[in-house]
């Protein structure tokens, strides 16, 4: 704030109020270029205490604004090579799939792919109709001859990342074993992919980590798959 009271009172009037001088430099932002030693006499309060001129500041604000820049271009190289390794884990998954013939080729490639690949704990895929559960054989695939397990955590056509209890774990991936003192809680959880296949499936990928499958995970490459397995399932229900 200007003390005016440090000027006469007949300039003091004639004075531009703080609006009129911060528009004004607002219009002209090349002004203190062309008054250069009225800088000299321009100081900021500062956090630190002592007072800064306003090159001084302006430097800071610029070194801060640098920062975050260096630090979104760095967040944003992240994203992308975390992509480019995913899109080359779709698509061996892809060139894997070309070649299926049976339910057995197929077990074995969720297994070895999307188990290892994507680092997951367990997989399954429920399909109506598909073939018996078969302990040894299909781990990863069980058929249905009227409803799908836990189906109503699958409600529409897009992919569900939920947290799971014990009951729906041992439901939905009944080749592995779960324990826990309360059965209540949420000790794990999957992505659910529904299927475009009829009469109806969908595939579950889950993990340990009950943060492993959140709400707000990108489902991009889900998506694709979801329409990549339900290409070869209804292959093979026909």
Not at 36 to 44: A, D, G, H, I, T
Not at 128 to 141: K, T, Y
Request: charged share 25%; aromatic share 8%.
């Amino acid at each position: 704030m200007t003390d005016s009271s440090k000027f006469p009172d007949k300039l003091r009037s004639t004075l531009p109020t703080e609006a009129e001088v911060s528009a004004f430099l607002a219009q002209d932002p090349d002004f203190f270029q062309r008054h250069q030693r009225l800088l000299s006499s321009l100081n900021l309060p500062h956090e630190a205490g002592p007072a800064v001129s306003l090159i001084e500041r302006q430097v800071a604000v610029l070194r801060d604004r640098n920062v975050e820049m260096r630090r979104q271009v760095n967040e944003l190289m992240g994203n992308a090579q975390a992509n480019d390794a995913l899109f080359a884990k779709v698509r061996s998954l892809t060139l894997s799939m070309l070649d299926v013939s049976d339910w057995l080729e197929l077990n074995e490639i969720y297994a070895t792919y999307l188990l290892v690949d994507f680092k997951a704990d367990f997989v399954c895929s429920h399909v109506l109709q598909g073939p018996r559960h078969q302990p040894g054989r299909f781990d990863h695939i069980v058929g249905h001859k009227d409803t799908l397990p836990q189906q109503r955590l699958v409600p529409g056509e897009d992919p569900v990342c939920t947290p799971l209890r014990i009951k729906e774990l041992r439901d939905i991936f009944p080749a592995e074993r779960f324990n826990a003192d309360n059965e209540l809680a949420a000790v794990g959880s999957a992505v659910l992919i529904p299927l475009n296949v009829h009469p109806g499936g969908y595939l579950a990928i889950g993990s340990r980590d009950v943060n492993r499958f959140t709400s707000d995970m990108d489902t991009l490459f889900v998506e694709y798959i979801s329409d990549l397995v339900s290409h070869i399932t209804a292959r093979l229900l026909q």
